[in-house]
């Protein structure tokens, strides 16, 4: 009896200091594996949101440079005829959206979807108003054709995009 109760004397403590180390153990592990979790998402973090803010800040560009009124302020001048003013408008829409296109993969898929439709948009104005005008006639009867129906619509294409854009900015990083 004297020896189980000296075999529990050295047991009993020794299981609570073991107990002891293995609660303390685990908890170290648990907070560096918590302190690594927050530093790979920092770096994370540092990495993504500029490129990410940069695509935003490139899609604004692109909405804006595709406004008709930046368009004829841009390639209006030079163009002869309206057919040619025509072409050289959408020439231009397109080039800018294939240099922008790799930026859909920053933004959620409505604001993209919202770009997209704005570009469209702005697309079948230039054509529309085109076909109000004679293809040989002067380029700045279509330049007036596509104001007049920016005016009827009380609307510029790109402005529920540019919105939508904005929107997305102060929610991710405001």
């Known amino acids: 009896m004297e020896l189980l109760s000296d075999f529990l004397k050295l047991i009993i403590p020794a299981g ?79 080039d800018e959206y294939n240099h922008n296109l790799s930026q859909q993969v920053y933004m959620s898929q409505d604001v993209w979807d919202q770009i997209q439709t704005a570009m469209n948009e702005v697309n079948t104005l230039v054509n529309q108003a085109a076909g109000d005008v004679r293809p040989d006639a002067p380029a700045l009867e279509l330049s007036k054709r596509i104001f007049e129906r920016i005016i009827q619509k009380d609307r510029m294409p790109t402005t529920a995009a540019l919105k939508a854009v904005k929107e997305e900015i102060q929610a991710m990083f405001m």
């Open 16 to 94: 609570l200091v073991l107990y002891g180390m293995y609660v303390t153990v685990r908890l170290l592990l648990e907070r560096e594996a918590d302190r690594y979790r927050h530093d790979t998402k920092t770096r994370y973090t540092d990495a993504v949101v500029p490129v990410r803010l940069q695509a935003y800040e490139r899609m604004v560009l692109f909405l804006e440079r595709i406004s008709p009124n930046n368009l004829l302020l841009r390639l209006g001048n030079n163009s002869v005829s309206a057919l040619e003013l025509q072409q050289r408008l959408l020439q231009e829409i397109r």
